[in-house]
């Protein structure tokens, strides 16, 4: 399963005009790999998880997501598709304080559908996937920016997402926290087979995704491989 963008136009209101944030942008990322996207701030690299996310829908262009096609759904089926097959890693954790970090990811389970029984394991595993085993019972004030980020993804992958998503998750770590976290993704990518989308301002992360993308002005470019 694959995310495919194709022609992808997606324009803001800007006063009497608007603002282009994505120009035909077109993107296909396979099963099991991971593109990163890197381009300055304001290039579009956030409207363009949106639109993949089918949080925002694009002017025009295709939008595929594990074999469906986005564009054409009901905001219910998109918040369907959404539920069972997309994952997204906002910038920001945005964790609640009062929960414990396994309750973090549990409680994703509500909006999954999956039973309150199965959603504690499921958690823990999630948990211990992205190296957090003995932090499960820890508040968000007792973990470090790095330890946050990882409760985040486990957050995201909850629903076995087919399709992740992820923006800027290393713009608040130093270098090395930022570079495990990049891994972390390059092997959840593999062993999960989801296709992920890692957009970030950083060039110097990149240089172990599959494919390296460069974004300017809502246009996409191949290649900007700094290694
Ligand atoms: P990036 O994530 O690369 O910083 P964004 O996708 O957030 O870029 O923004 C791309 C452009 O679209 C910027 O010029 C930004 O100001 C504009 N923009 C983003 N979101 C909105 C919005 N909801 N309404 C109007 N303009 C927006
Ligand atoms: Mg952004």
């Given at each position: ?16 005009a608007?603002?282009?944030?994505l ?5 296909e990322v ?29 002017d025009r ?13 009901s905001?219910?089926?998109q918040?369907?598709?959404?539920r069972?097959r997309i ?35 499921r958690?823990e595993?999630l948990?211990?996937a992205?190296?957090?085993s ?23 992958l ?10 800027e ?45 460069t ?11 700094t290694?």
């Amino acid at each position: 399963m694959t995310l495919t963008l194709t022609d992808v136009t997606l324009t803001y209101p800007d006063g009497d005009a608007r603002l282009t944030a994505l120009d035909r942008v077109s993107l296909e990322v396979p099963a099991g790999t991971l593109t990163a996207v890197v381009g300055p701030s304001g290039s579009g690299k956030s409207s363009l998880l949106a639109v993949a996310a089918t949080l925002v829908a694009p002017d025009r262009g295709r939008v595929v997501v594990a074999g469906t096609e986005t564009t054409g759904l009901s905001r219910a089926e998109q918040a369907a598709l959404r539920r069972e097959r997309i994952g997204v890693v906002f910038q920001q954790p945005n964790l609640l304080p009062s929960l414990t970090a396994v309750e973090q990811v549990q409680v994703m389970a509500h909006l999954s559908g999956i039973r309150p029984r199965a959603a504690r394991g499921r958690a823990e595993e999630l948990l211990d996937a992205v190296g957090l085993s003995g932090q499960a019972d820890r508040r968000p004030h007792q973990l470090s920016g790095g330890q946050r980020q990882r409760v985040n993804i486990a957050r995201a992958l909850m629903n076995e997402p087919a399709v992740l998503l992820v923006d800027e998750p290393t713009s608040a770590l130093d270098h090395e926290r930022g570079a495990a976290v990049l891994g972390l993704l390059l092997a959840l990518t593999r062993e999960r087979a989801t296709a992920t989308v890692l957009v970030t301002h950083d060039r110097t992360h990149p240089d172990r995704a599959d494919t390296t993308v460069t974004m300017e002005d809502g246009r996409l470019t191949a290649g900007g491989r700094t290694a």
